[in-house]
T-cell receptor, first 112, second 115 residues
Framework: GENVEQHPSTLSVQEGDSAVIKCTYS??????FPWYKQELGKGPQLIID?????GEKKDQRIAVTLNKTAKHFSLHITETQPEDSAVYFC???????????FGPGTRLSVLP | DTEVTQTPKHLVMGMTNKKSLKCEQH?????MYWYKQKAKKPPELMFV???????INESVPSRFSPECPNSSLLNLHLHALQPEDSALYLC??????????????FGPGTRLTVL
């Protein structure tokens, strides 16, 4: 089955700096890669996603890149703000779109 | 609107109690999910309903019993739980379980404590 690894497990950055979180997946059949942000006491919120036929996608300060050959994808957050502090989960999904496999999560702290 | 609502927000129950968690969405989504999330861990899939029929059961113990009365509602009935079942229970929904990709939208969760 699919296995998703995520690094780093914790990340601290100064406000205004960039943050990068990397995920690798094992199943070459996976073709959809969402990123979720989870704040304390809340459910995961979708922040960006990418499909396997696209190499990069941007939404304001957030971007995701995908390297299908190497089977890894990354989340890039620029000009970080304290409200970006949260746990971020990557996920991979294959032909059975229901079956998301989540990475273990990255706790991002943005220091003012 | 991509809102999934869950009630109650918090639940404390004894090991002999019977309780239910409720999830609702009005986005016309035809797939609904239950996840369990322990502290500092990612969500773990428990059940998937596709078009109101149970399509995935990830070997969940029978003390958890899901129910999908209609396309907008999803319940999780709890009976004879163990303290290790204490966790955040998340509901999610997605538009069409037979298309890929199918983005899942999560509710805020129910924080369950079993004494």
């Amino acid at each position: 089955g699919e296995n998703v690894e995520q690094h780093p497990s914790t990340l601290s950055v100064q406000e205004g700096d960039s943050a990068v979180i990397k995920c690798t997946y094992s199943d070459s059949a996976s073709n959809y890669f969402p990123w979720y942000k989870q704040e304390l006491g809340k459910g995961p919120q979708l922040i960006i996603d990418i499909r396997s036929n696209v190499g990069e996608k941007k939404d304001q300060r957030i971007a995701v890149t995908l390297n299908k050959t190497a089977k890894h994808f990354s989340l890039h957050i620029t000009e970080t703000q304290p409200e970006d502090s949260a746990v971020y989960f990557c996920a991979a999904s294959g032909n059975y779109g229901q079956n998301f496999v989540f990475g273990p999560g990255t706790r991002l702290s943005v220091l003012p | 609107d991509t809102e999934v609502t869950q009630t109650p927000k918090h639940l404390v129950m004894g090991m002999t109690n019977k309780k239910s968690l409720k999830c609702e969405q009005h986005m016309g989504h035809r797939a609904m999910y239950w996840y369990k999330q322990k502290a500092k861990k990612p969500p773990e899939l428990m059940f998937v309903y596709s078009y109101e029929k149970l399509s995935i059961n990830e070997s969940v113990p029978s003390r958890f019993s899901p129910e999908c009365p209609n396309s907008s509602l999803l319940n999780l009935h709890l009976h004879a739980l163990q303290p290790e079942d204490s966790a955040l229970y998340l509901c999610a929904s997605s538009q069409n379980p037979y298309t890929v990709p199918d983005t899942q939208y999560f509710g805020p969760g129910t924080r369950l404590t079993v004494l």
